[in-house]
Nanobody, 127 residues
Framework: QVQLVESGGGLVQAGGSLNLSCTAT????????MAWFRQAPGKEREFVAA??????????ADLVKGRFDLSRENAQNKNTVSLRMNSLRPEDTADYYC??????????????????WGQGAQVTVSS
């Protein structure tokens, strides 16, 4: 069982930066990959970025590559993944969701590959 809680987000002007964090509470010894997805009103949920258990590998959607960064800190049974979003654009406006997969060394871009989800954090970028 993995419990995910997002924090951060908010309102920012175009060109600005925001941080999102996802804290995962798990049973000790559980390994999992983590990812961020986003969903804008009226649109499908789309992949943003993913990171393996070790944090040694990351994957980014083309739309955010070079602007977003992803890092991970693993503690005994509570781990944190941080999404740093730079050079934000109005089209980045969406609800951002943290997700976890027990395939801990895979960087899946499909939302169907993730079992656990957070409640979402709103990001609004004004023009």
């Amino acid at each position: 069982q993995v419990q995910l809680v997002e924090s951060g987000g908010g309102l920012v002007q175009a060109g600005g930066s925001l941080n999102l964090s996802c804290t995962a509470t798990v049973r000790t010894g559980t390994r999992y990959a983590m990812a961020w997805f986003r969903q804008a009103p009226g649109k499908e949920r789309e992949f943003v970025a993913a990171i393996t258990w070790s944090g040694g590998s990351t994957r980014f959607a083309d739309l955010v590559k070079g602007r977003f960064d992803l890092s991970r800190e693993n503690a005994q049974n509570k781990n944190t993944v941080s999404l740093r979003m730079n050079s934000l654009r109005p089209e980045d406006t969406a609800d951002y969701y943290c997700a976890a997969s027990l395939n801990w060394n895979k960087l899946w871009a499909s939302k169907d590959s993730y079992t656990y989800w957070g409640q979402g954090a709103q990001v609004t970028v004004s023009s």
